[in-house]
């Protein structure tokens, strides 16, 4: 086969479909002699250019490789891959003409137990999203399959996202996610998905600009327009809008989402969300949070912020301990009596002006430079995040409802047969046959 791709050249276009179907299979062959000379058949077949004008088919030879796709052999998984990225390279519109036939395919190959085989997927799919209705087709099939599929988000997941932002933007992809998840209808699903995400951000290198294009959310417009785009769907999750709003620095919002959960039900689950966010608040990402309680003076609302969240928790939790010994080490100097009235005055949303300087929403006292924290109604956004709590408690009280109501069921079910017996009305004496014992002849009497 191989000196017979070596001699035909251009006069095998036409077969090109049916040698690839030949050569990939033994790309995984037992025996290494076959396995050597297969690679070097299938870098010459790549290297014949054909043109689709020519019977160059090319969705004879996307079939061939969509179907190598599910081979049990890595190699040839990974071979017919590269086949598919080569077809887009030099014939994107024609591959794109079958991208129905071959995408749902490459959506399962996600799943592939082979680190390489995904990355190279997510490629293939980067590639294809360029166009921006191929990008929101990948985002929307993307969260559907983590939907259908909980272990993927939890194996593949950071992968899959991580490796998205690296190729095409991690702003673009979150944006589209976040617009995605504002409406989905499966809260369950939707609060890990959001808490998934916001993990990634807060952790990964690959976010880094990200974060610190929030971390200027005051002070920088594309900074203000990505926290108020990720703020609705972050909402879906108490642990991540409280960590997205210490990290855009808006610490007084923060401090007010954490007063609003006093309706919470602080179960274990929410506990466990929090503690979390405790141990993440310890990490390098937070270290300019950490630097800013040494001037406590200034950060009043990002103390007020922590103290919150401390009373939350139980006393013998190693989060509370945790947190606790980190607010211990907050100097006690430089604060201002002023400020710690206006921090602990009922309107969570004044601001006392001085001339030309204002306490922004972090305490911090600073020049009135246009400030953007100005133009986010954040009365309307906490608002908006109790209105989803809201249909998270109201889950709750359904899904326990429903609940009771089957044990109830199923406990009826179980006594049905002695309810029964005891429902039965008693046999009358009258109807009853006399007993041997009842009966007496003339001048007998009981004893």
């Given at each position: 086969?191989?000196?017979?791709?070596?001699?035909?050249?251009?006069?095998?276009?036409?077969?090109?479909?049916?040698?690839?179907?030949?050569?990939?299979?033994?790309?995984?062959?037992?025996?290494?002699?076959?396995?050597?000379?297969?690679?070097?058949?299938?870098?010459?077949?790549?290297?014949?250019?054909?043109?689709?004008?020519?019977?160059?088919?090319?969705?004879?030879?996307?079939?061939?490789?969509?179907?190598?796709?599910?081979?049990?052999?890595?190699?040839?998984?990974?071979?017919?891959?590269?086949?598919?990225?080569?077809?887009?390279?030099?014939?994107?519109?024609?591959?794109?003409?079958?991208?129905?036939?071959?995408?749902?395919?490459?959506?399962?190959?996600?799943?592939?137990?082979?680190?390489?085989v995904v990355l190279l997927v997510l490629d293939i799919h980067?590639?294809?999203?360029?166009?921006?209705?191929?990008?929101?087709?990948?985002?929307?099939?993307?969260?559907?399959?983590?939907?259908?599929?909980?272990?993927?988000?939890?194996?593949?997941?950071?992968?899959?996202?991580?490796?998205?932002?690296?190729?095409?933007?991690?702003?673009?992809?979150?944006?589209e996610l976040s617009t995605i998840l504002e409406e989905e209808?499966?809260?369950?699903?939707?609060?890990?998905?959001?808490?998934?995400?916001?993990?990634?951000?807060?952790?990964?290198?690959?976010?880094?600009?990200?974060?610190?294009?929030?971390?200027?959310?005051?002070?920088?417009?594309?900074?203000?327009?990505?926290?108020?785009?990720?703020?609705?769907?972050?909402?879906?999750?108490?642990?991540?809008?409280?960590?997205?709003?210490?990290?855009?620095?808006?610490?007084?919002?923060?401090?007010?989402?954490?007063?609003?959960?006093?309706?919470?039900?602080?179960?274990?689950?929410?506990?466990?969300?929090?503690?979390?966010?405790?141990?993440?608040?310890?990490?390098?990402?937070?270290?300019?949070?950490?630097?800013?309680?040494?001037?406590?003076?200034?950060?009043?609302?990002?103390?007020?912020?922590?103290?919150?969240?401390?009373?939350?928790?139980?006393?013998?939790?190693?989060?509370?301990?945790?947190?606790?010994?980190?607010?211990?080490?907050?100097?006690?100097?430089?604060?201002?009596?002023?400020?710690?009235?206006?921090?602990?005055?009922?309107?969570?949303?004044?601001?006392?002006?001085?001339?030309?300087?204002?306490?922004?929403?972090?305490?911090?006292?600073?020049?009135?430079?246009?400030?953007?924290?100005?133009?986010?109604?954040?009365?309307?956004?906490?608002?908006?995040?109790?209105?989803?709590?809201?249909?998270?408690?109201?889950?709750?009280?359904?899904?326990?409802?429903?609940?009771?109501?089957?044990?109830?069921?199923?406990?009826?079910?179980?006594?049905?047969?002695?309810?029964?017996?005891?429902?039965?009305?008693?046999?009358?004496?009258?109807?009853?046959?006399?007993?041997?014992?009842?009966?007496?002849?003339?001048?007998?009497?009981?004893?």
């Open positions: 086969m191989n000196e017979f791709v070596k001699l035909g050249g251009d006069q095998l276009v036409p077969y090109y479909a049916d040698i690839l179907g030949a050569i990939l299979p033994c790309i995984s062959d037992k025996e290494e002699k076959i396995r050597v000379v297969a690679r070097e058949t299938n870098e010459e077949l790549r290297s014949i250019k054909g043109e689709p004008e020519e019977a160059f088919n090319v969705g004879a030879i996307l079939s061939i490789a969509r179907r190598q796709l599910d081979s049990e052999w890595e190699a040839t998984r990974i071979e017919a891959l590269h086949w598919i990225s080569t077809l887009l390279d030099r014939y994107r519109s024609e591959v794109l003409c079958f991208l129905n036939d071959i995408f749902d395919t490459l959506l399962k190959a996600l799943s592939d137990s082979s680190d390489e980067a590639c294809i999203a360029q166009d921006p209705p191929h990008f929101r087709q990948l985002v929307v099939f993307l969260v559907h399959n983590f939907q259908i599929d909980h272990s993927l988000l939890e194996r593949r997941g950071p992968l899959i996202i991580r490796r998205l932002c690296v190729l095409l933007g991690a702003e673009r992809v979150y944006r209808a499966d809260l369950d699903f939707a609060c890990i998905m959001v808490q998934a995400l916001n993990l990634i951000l807060l952790t990964s290198s690959e976010l880094s600009e990200l974060r610190k294009l929030l971390k200027q959310s005051l002070a920088n417009a594309s900074g203000k327009d990505l926290f108020v785009s990720l703020y609705a769907s972050w909402s879906h999750s108490p642990m991540a809008i409280i960590s997205l709003c210490l990290l855009a620095q808006m610490y007084q919002h923060a401090s007010a989402v954490i007063q609003s959960l006093v309706e919470e039900d602080i179960n274990v689950k929410f506990l466990v969300q929090l503690d979390k966010l405790v141990h993440l608040l310890e990490t390098p990402i937070f270290a300019y949070l950490r630097l800013q309680l040494l001037e406590p003076g200034r950060h009043v609302w990002l103390l007020k912020a922590l103290y919150g969240l401390l009373m939350l928790f139980p006393q013998q939790s190693a989060a509370f301990k945790i947190l606790r010994t980190r607010l211990k080490t907050v100097p006690s100097y430089s604060f201002n009596g002023d400020q710690l009235k206006q921090a602990s005055s009922g309107n969570q949303y004044s601001q006392i002006l001085h001339g030309v300087s204002q306490i922004t929403l972090d305490g911090d006292i600073t020049h009135d430079n246009g400030n953007l924290q100005n133009d986010i109604d954040f009365a309307s956004r906490l608002r908006q995040f109790e209105q989803i709590q809201q249909q998270y408690r109201l889950l709750a009280a359904k899904s326990q409802a429903q609940s009771q109501s089957r044990n109830s069921s199923t406990s009826l079910l179980k006594e049905g047969p002695k309810a029964e017996e005891l429902r039965q009305p008693a046999t009358s004496d009258t109807n009853r046959p006399p007993s041997r014992l009842s009966k007496k002849g003339p001048g007998q009497s009981y004893t």
